[in-house]
C-alpha cells in the first residue's frame, strides 16, 4: 500500500512521503492531488482497498480526540517529519491532577496556554525586554516533538527522546564563551521577531475603530507579519490549482451580474437584496451592474481572501492564522486541490 506505512499501535497510516498521518476518507483525496502525488484512480483504488481491510484503524476525526501519544522517553517515529527542538512543555498539572502534555513551538503560543488554563500571570513588563533582565519561565524549553497530523484533532505536538548525536555544549571557557555567543544571537533573532510579529493591541489604545471591529489584529496575533502578506500576494506560476479557482470567482460574479436583474429573479428581490436595514424598506432596487473598474475593486479583496484560506491550509498548525474550517469546508477545499 505504498506511499502510506501502518503504525498499528497507533490506529494510524502514515504518508512516508509527506511525512503525516492521514486518515482513510482522505487516503483518496490525498493521492489523487496534483501537488502531491498525482497518483491514477486505477492505483488509488487498489490502495484504498487494501487500507479498508487493515483491522483497528481510527477513521473519523472525533476518534482523534482520544488518540494515544508515544511516552516523552520513545524515540522519534521514523516515518514522521524530523522531530523539531524548540518546543515548550507545559510543567503544570490539568484539573484531573495529570501531568499537562501540551507543548507548542511559539512563545506566544504557550503563554496564551498557561494564562488560559493555568491562570498564569506574565510578571514581564510591556515593552521591550532588556538584554541584562532575565525573568524565569514555567515551561520547559529545549523539548524534542512531533505530531501525527498537520492540522485539526490529532496535530498536537508530543514530546520525544532525544536523537543520538545532540551535541551538549562542552565545559570550561569554551562552553561559556559558546553559551555567551548562542545567547547574544538568541536575543538579536529575538528583537528581529519582536518587529516582525503581529500583537494584538490593548482595545482602548487601538486607534481604528474598524480594526477593533473586525479584530485582525487578535486573530493574527503572534505570527509573522511578513509571512501572513505572502498569502494574499499575487497568484504565481505554480500555483495552477488557486488560478482555476480565482477564474472561476470572476465567472461567478459575471454570472451573477446577469442574473440579479428584474426579468430573472423579479424586482422585488432586488429591493430586499438592496435593505441596508431590516425594518427600512430601500428607496431603490439593487444594481448589479457597474463599470468595470469598479467590479475588478470589488473582485480583487473577495480573490485576496480565497488566496488568504487557500494557502493558509497549507501551513502547519503553529504558523497559521487561527481560523478553522468545518469537516465540510475542509472537504470541499480538498477536492479543489
Not at 435593505?275 to 444594481?287: A, G, I, L, Q, T
Amino acid at each position: 500500500m505504498f506511499p502510506f506505512v501502518h503504525l498499528p499501535q497507533y490506529g494510524l497510516i502514515v504518508c512516508s512521503e509527506c511525512q503525516h498521518a492521514v486518515l482513510p476518507s482522505h487516503v483518496d483525496t490525498h493521492l489523487g492531488d496534483k501537488k502531491r502525488h498525482d497518483m491514477p484512480k486505477e492505483s488509488r483504488d487498489g490502495i484504498i482497498q487494501e487500507i479498508q481491510g487493515i483491522p483497528g484503524l481510527r477513521t473519523e476525526r472525533d476518534e482523534l480526540n482520544r488518540l494515544v501519544f508515544p511516552a516523552p522517553t520513545d524515540p522519534p517515529i521514523q516515518v514522521l517529519r524530523p522531530p523539531r527542538t524548540d518546543g515548550m512543555k507545559c510543567q503544570e498539572r490539568d484539573s484531573q491532577g495529570a501531568q499537562c502534555q501540551y507543548i507548542a513551538c511559539q512563545v506566544q503560543n504557550i503563554q496564551k496556554h498557561y494564562r488560559i488554563e493555568h491562570t498564569w500571570v506574565n510578571e514581564a513588563k510591556q515593552g521591550r525586554p532588556r538584554k541584562s533582565n532575565v525573568i524565569p519561565v514555567p515551561w520547559r524549553s529545549g523539548v524534542h516533538c512531533q505530531h501525527f497530523f498537520v492540522r485539526g484533532p490529532g496535530a498536537q505536538y508530543f514530546e520525544v527522546a532525544p536523537q543520538a548525536g545532540s551535541q551538549p555544549i562542552p565545559p570550561g571557557d569554551s562552553g561559556f564563551a559558546a553559551a555567551k555567543q548562542a545567547l547574544a544571537a538568541a536575543l538579536e533573532k529575538a528583537e528581529e521577531e519582536e518587529r516582525r510579529q503581529i500583537k494584538e493591541p490593548e482595545e482602548a489604545r487601538e486607534p481604528n475603530p474598524w480594526l477593533r471591529r473586525v479584530g485582525w489584529a487578535s486573530h493574527l496575533a503572534g505570527l509573522d507579519r511578513q509571512e501572513m502578506r505572502k498569502l494574499v500576494d499575487n497568484i504565481g506560476a505554480d500555483e495552477p490549482d488557486l488560478e482555476v479557482l480565482c477564474t472561476g470567482f470572476d465567472w461567478m460574479i459575471q454570472d451573477a451580474q446577469f442574473n440579479a436583474v428584474k426579468e430573472v429573479v423579479g424586482l422585488h428581490a432586488l429591493f430586499e437584496a438592496n435593505k441596508k436595514e431590516v425594518d427600512k424598506k430601500p428607496s431603490m432596487p439593487f444594481e448589479s451592474w457597474m463599470d468595470i473598474t469598479t467590479v475588478k475593486k470589488y473582485t480583487k479583496v473577495w480573490k485576496a481572501l480565497l488566496c488568504y484560506v487557500f494557502r493558509a491550509e497549507n501551513r502547519p498548525p503553529e504558523n497559521r492564522p487561527a481560523y478553522r474550517l468545518t469537516d465540510a469546508q475542509h472537504t470541499a477545499l480538498e477536492n479543489l486541490r
